[in-house]
């Protein structure tokens, strides 16, 4: 691997590269939070990602999700999935080594009752 200084974008991922002055690197908290976002989206079963924190480093990144998913997908198979999914895209889009995704699932929607995209139980009759 050659080490050289670099600035501007990386083609790759159209994030900047540099390091120095108020550049934003790959890496930076918000991209990370956009990558993992995106990349647990595509997960089947997954309605809603929330980046809840990321702690990030010189050379890693440990990252909690909060996910609202469909009723007749395995939680358990989706959150490693989405744990999986976001380190390998996070991973490649960085350069940074993914220590940690944690996982947690607040919410579960029932197709017919709750909407495509509602993120909220329905209210309560009183």
Request: no cysteine; net charge negative.
């Amino acid at each position: 691997m050659t080490t050289r200084p670099s600035t501007g974008t990386n083609p790759g991922t159209g994030l900047a590269t540099g390091t120095t002055g108020s550049e934003r690197r790959p890496g930076d908290a918000t991209d990370v939070a956009r990558i993992a976002v995106q990349a647990a989206s595509l997960v089947p079963g997954v309605s809603v990602v929330r980046p809840a924190a990321v702690r990030l480093d010189d050379r890693s990144v440990g990252l909690d999700l909060h996910l609202i998913t469909w009723y007749g997908h395995s939680v358990p198979t989706i959150a490693e999935t989405v744990r999986a999914v976001v380190a390998d895209r996070v991973a490649a889009q960085t350069g940074l080594t993914v220590a940690v995704v944690t996982v947690t699932v607040d919410d579960l929607l029932v197709p017919g009752v709750d909407g495509p995209g509602a993120g909220a139980a329905a209210p309560e009759d009183g």
